[in-house]
């Protein structure tokens, strides 16, 4: 058996050695249906490359704009660090539905940009590496939904219907370069449809019994 946490550890020292691709800055996403498990993934893996940056789609996302937000992030965001210097931008406040005061995104050796969307087309040019979370959408959505409550029912109507929309027109999978399985103790990491991952594309990190390695 493994050592637990061997795909997080394993693949936060590849990142590390990819080039930068928006400025100095290795941009990471972080993609997958929405209830997939990608903030719990990011959140892990910012901590194992020393509590890198991680810059969450909810906080750019609005209920007006749920994704039509490419140009904010991309003017508040991506261009900055692009320059090497420090980001600013609004977060999204989801109870009040207001923007807030600006937070920092410092133009740090990684950045993890999650959510969904965080694969599309205009993004992944600044993208080191594409993630996506591999788990089918029924799935992701019904565990999305216990999450939240039946205080989010509508919401969750709505944004169903959004994220088809959205994947259907800029679809973020078949452009990813590692897919992400949760399992029961830990995550493996297998190559993407992509296929970049260079001379040991065969890699495959795993945590536990269930790992291939």
Known sequence: MLPRGTAIRDLASRLRRLPPSCGPVRLIGVDGHAGSGKSTFAGRLARELGDAPVLRLDDIASHEQLFDWTGRLLSQVIEPLGRGERAQYA????????????????????????????????????????????????????????????????????????????????????????????????????????????????VTYGDGPSAMC
């Open 91 to 202: 977060p999204y406040d989801w109870h009040t539905r207001s923007f807030g005061p600006p937070r920092a995104l410092p133009p740090a050796p990684v950045v993890l940009v999650e959510g969904v969307g965080a694969g599309r087309r205009a993004l992944r040019p600044h993208l080191a590496h594409l993630l996506w979370m591999e788990l089918p959408h029924e799935e992701a959505w019904a565990r999305g939904r216990s999450r939240d409550g039946e205080e989010q029912r509508e919401f969750w109507s709505g944004w169903v219907r959004a994220e088809q929309r959205h994947f259907a027109d800029d679809p973020s999978r078949p452009f990813a370069d590692l897919l992400v399985r949760q399992r029961q103790e830990g995550y493996e990491v297998v190559p993407g449809p992509a296929g970049t991952l260079g001379a040991d594309q065969d």
